[in-house]
């Protein structure tokens, strides 16, 4: 077994180092060392998206990447989305458009939607169709969840 | 409708376990961790079919870091006996083989042996060291195949079992034959004036949950056993353990995880036992999960099938006759719900003469399991398509040729079954009246098709326990496992006897130890029957509040009235819920009820849809434009989980009609078990789902609910194939009408 290696990054605002086997996913060492069990594994390839967290403001499956190749980055995952007094405005759409069945998918939906509505903060619904295509959801059929990101970026909006 | 004097049943409150969704703090099953915890991780069968002649563990034994390895032999033997599960019943001998197997591999990804390590890649190492020595037999892959007399046969224990209980005397691969009759099917045919027969084929599909299964187990050093793991039904999961086991129930406690999707596909133990055997051996707790391509290969899914349906019509479009012949890949072991198939093809009508074949057959693909409406969507696809060409052919209108034709209350089944009040007309008007199907659809290559679909829905029995507290809210406990949103609508249900609001009540699901017994989280079921659990709940608490006030006032029980949250007595006296509740403690024992239910089945439920389509003729890729879903739910609890499942249900069955498919090489190896080659629907593939929701109440139901999960899947292949015949003038009679299949029609015509 190779050795370990020391990783220093910021996740969700708070500098944090890390002991990792090179071959250790990201995803593994965020579920099964650091508690943040949030993000979550669906297929452990990609196609999924449940595992999704932002790397430097940008959505990625964290399934994919090495947890040494965080080093230095700023990682949010969805334990770091709500602020301290409430929820995020995608949270609160979230629930309020009932996006959500089971809700295995939907940490991997609202960090990949805050990416979309950091990027664009007014997309249209195939904008967003688009952008979320990477996360499956299998219980809702997707509708609404798109409606939840409407209303979340109008929230915003107003702010 | 009916929903108008309610106050909370028809709202819209948030779930209650929304916060904890959405900030990522609900715990999943694989989310769990414990004190000294193992990994564990599954040995699985190269082979889809092949003889195990020897299996040597003692490498992997000595691997650094490996705790335990176990194969079949450490599970009991088992005689044949069949469980019953609540929605369906399973042979524990071939449930056992299926766990692990012993003499035979009868699918690739079958599992074989396990080990339990420090962490999941020792493990998964360690099981590289396992050698197995196989045999390799010739695999048959397909229903008809399997069904001759040389195909190689699965099972030396297999009989075929029909309803006369007659047996076949050698093995083989047909388990079941089912046989149902209505009228004089001869002569029925001879009345109809246009007779369409046609065969139609489906591919394996499966449930395609996002969370893969999970299982974390201590079996403690005084004997007993915890089990972590999400399971649409942990009665279930205990009473399959303490089979499989053969220990008491009383031995096993399963603590629900949060359940990320099931579909039918999370009620069958597979990783359950072997974490218990796992931790026996090595003495510590040990959390089992499946990787993706083990979820495709050993879990799920619902059979391939070949259909055969033949339908006449008289001149005015009423059916005369309807006969099925019905063939499902049961996969490695016999169990298809192929039964259900045959009782749900010919649901949607009044059927005056019919017949209907059907077999359970195995073939080596995993075994297969319910989805979400089991055999339903297989039926609905063969038989609406037949109706849509009847409707050509008569060139009468598909709406009107199901208004004529619906199945309505007192209408007798093919397999005998009698009607209650139910909501097939209903449906199909709901469409007839809705912007879509008034709309006009213009464009080349874009076609409209309409179809319609039935299930079940079951009763079976619940549970539940409502504690008073001081401050006027009700704790809930549940047994049945919250798949898409009932602990809202068991609340709201509670919330409405009760008179108080939704958010006064804080369900809780919990452990096979903490309330009484509940069947499975399935057959459109738990909204219904845990409903009226909770029901019985309310009721009681409001006899004992009844009581207890009727005590403080010093009046008789008949003087005070319970209302809108209010106990109301002689002389204008008055309390609301909450201050009546702050008196509890002060006048008398704690108030704390159970309520449980267990009627056996409901009404029925039925669900028209109708869709266009645009279809590239270069590519055979089908877009939907518009979808429209309309569906009998009796009464709608939370409409918007109520919509949700309308939405969910059509985008399966939209994936099962124009993509989803196994793929199988010819040694039997399923060649596309990654979410990236197995393509369900993204939000791309999909347009918005518009609903219509139907209430034609349940009178089983004290507020009328029907169940609403199960119906939604059943319609869309159906009637997307109609819609892309109207396209481009080919009639898809295969499952799934992918680009290649369709361009291939396309190009032939």
């Known amino acids: 077994m190779a050795k370990k290696r020391i990783v220093t990054t910021t996740i969700n605002g708070k500098e944090t180092q890390f002991l990792c086997q090179p071959r250790q996913t990201l995803l593994e060492i965020l579920r099964d060392d ?99 295509a990477g996360n499956l959801c299998r219980c809702t059929g997707y509708d609404k969840i798109v409606r939840a990101v409407q209303d979340a970026a109008a929230a915003r909006q107003q702010v | 409708m009916a929903s108008t004097s309610y106050k909370v049943i028809g709202t819209r409150p948030i779930r209650h376990d929304g916060t904890d969704k959405v900030t990522g703090r609900a715990q999943f099953g694989a989310d769990i961790q414990l004190s000294g915890m193992l990994f564990g991780a599954i040995l699985r069968s190269p082979h889809a079919h092949a003889r195990i002649k020897s299996i040597d563990i003692s490498q992997a034994e000595s691997y650094p870091g490996v705790h335990a390895v176990v194969t079949g032999t450490d599970l009991p033997e088992q005689q044949q006996k069949v469980a019953h599960l609540g929605e369906g019943d399973v042979n ?15 699918y690739k990804g079958h599992a074989v042996a396990a080990v339990a390590a420090d962490d999941i890649h020792i493990a998964q190492e360690a099981t590289q060291l396992i050698n197995v020595e196989y045999e390799v037999l010739p695999p048959v892959l397909d229903v008809l195949e399997a069904m001759q007399d040389e195909a190689p046969v699965l099972n030396d224990d297999v009989r075929t079992d029909s309803m006369a209980g007659e047996e076949s005397k050698d093995p083989t691969n047909v388990a079941k034959h089912y046989f149902y009759e209505k009228g004089n099917i001869e002569k029925g045919f001879e009345a109809a004036h246009v007779v369409i027969e046609r065969e139609y084929r489906t591919s394996t599909v499966h449930q395609g949950y996002i969370e893969p299964h999970n299982a974390t187990a201590l079996w403690n050093q005084d004997g007993q056993i915890t089990i972590w793991t999400s399971t649409q039904g942990s009665f279930m999961v205990r009473q399959q353990m303490a089979d499989l086991l053969k220990l008491p129930e009383s031995r096993i406690k399963v603590v629900p995880m949060e359940i990320g999707g099931g579909f039918g ?278 006899r004992q509040l009844i009581e207890r006030v009727a005590n403080i006032w010093e009046v008789k029980v008949e003087d005070v009235q319970y209302e809108d949250g209010k106990v109301r007595g002689p002389g204008g006296k008055e309390f609301t819920f909450r201050e009546l509740a702050a008196k509890i403690h002060a006048t008398g024992e704690p108030i704390t009820v159970k309520g449980t239910s267990g009627s ?41 989980y109520v919509e949700g499942q309308m939405q969910g249900g059509a985008a399966q069955g939209i994936g099962w009609a124009l993509n989803e498919e196994y793929v199988y090489d010819e040694h039997g190896a399923m060649r596309n078990a990654t979410f990236l080659d197995y393509r369900i629907p993204t939000c791309c593939d999909l347009p918005m789902m518009d609903t219509i929701i139907v209430e034609v109440p ?23 194939v109609a819609a892309i015949y109207q396209a481009v003038g080919v009639r898809m009679r295969e499952l799934p009408a992918s680009p290649p299949r369709l361009l291939h029609q396309i190009l032939q015509r």
């Open chain 1, 34 to 132: 650091l508690a943040l069990t949030g993000s979550k594994e669906g297929c452990s390839n990609g196609n999924c998206g449940a595992c999704t967290v932002l790397c430097n403001g940008k959505a990625v499956n964290s399934c994919l990447i090495l947890a040494v190749e965080a080093e230095g980055a700023e990682i949010e995952t969805i334990e770091g989305v709500a602020p301290v007094d409430g929820l995020d405005s995608l949270q609160d759409a979230f629930l309020q458009q009932a996006a959500l069945q089971c809700g295995i998918c939907t940490p991997g939906f609202i960090m990949s939607a805050k990416a979309l509505l950091q990027e664009q903060p007014d997309p249209s619904e195939e904008d967003i169709r688009f952008n979320l």
């Open chain 2, 92 to 106: 524990l001998y071939h449930l056992s083989q299926n766990v692990l197997a012993r003499q035979k591999v009868l």
């Open chain 2, 265 to 542: 596909g999370k009620i069958s133990v597979y990783l359950q036992p072997v974490a218990a055997l796992l931790s026996k051996k090595s003495g510590r707790p040990v959390k089992l999960v499946m990787d993706r391509a083990s979820v495709f290969e050993a879990t799920g899914p619902t059979p391939g099938s070949y259909i055969r349906v033949k339908m006449g019509a008289d001149r005015e479009g009423k059916l005369t006759a309807a006969e099925a012949y019905v063939a499902f890949e049961a996969g490695g072991f016999p169990g298809s719900p192929v039964v259900c198939a045959c009782m749900c093809i010919f649901a949607c009508y009044d059927v005056p003469h019919g017949r209907i074949n059907g077999y359970d057959v195995c073939v080596n693909k995993p075994r297969s399991n319910a989805y979400r409406a089991p055999g339903s969507t297989h039926a609905a696809f063969a038989a609406e398509s037949v109706v849509d060409e009847i409707c050509e052919r008569l060139e009468m209108d598909p709406v009107e040729f199901r208004l004529k034709n619906a199945a309505q209350e007192g209408t007798r089944r093919v397999d005998g079954v009698q009607f209650a009040r139910i909501g097939m007309k209903e449906t199909v008007e709901a469409i007839r009246d809705s912007e879509h199907w008034k709309s006009s659809l213009e464009g080349k290559y874009r076609g409209r098709g309409i179809a319609s679909g039935f299930w079940f829905n079951v009763g079976l029995k619940s549970s539940v326990t409502a504690m008073l507290a001081a401050d006027g809210t009700v704790s809930l406990l549940e047994g049945s496992t919250d798949i898409g949103g009932t602990r809202a609508s068991l609340s709201m249900q509670l919330a409405e006897t009760l008179g108080i609001a939704a958010e006064d009540i804080k369900p809780a699901v919990v452990d096979t130890d903490s309330v009484g017994y509940n069947d499975v989280t399935g057959g459109s079921r738990v909204t219904f029957s845990t409903g009226i659990a909770v029901h019985n709940a309310g009721l009681e608490m409001r």
């Open chain 2, 600 to 640: 056996e089945n409901q009404a029925g439920a039925f669900g028209t849809h109708c869709v266009d389509v645009e279809v590239d003729p270069e590519t055979g890729k089908v877009d939907v434009l518009r979808y429209t879903i309309a569906q009998d739910c009796g009464t709608a609890i939370h409409p918007a």
């Open chain 2, 698 to 720: 349940d009178p089983q139901h004290p507020f009328g609910v029907r169940g609403v999960g199960e119906v939604p899947i059943a319609p869309p292949p159906a009637a997307l």
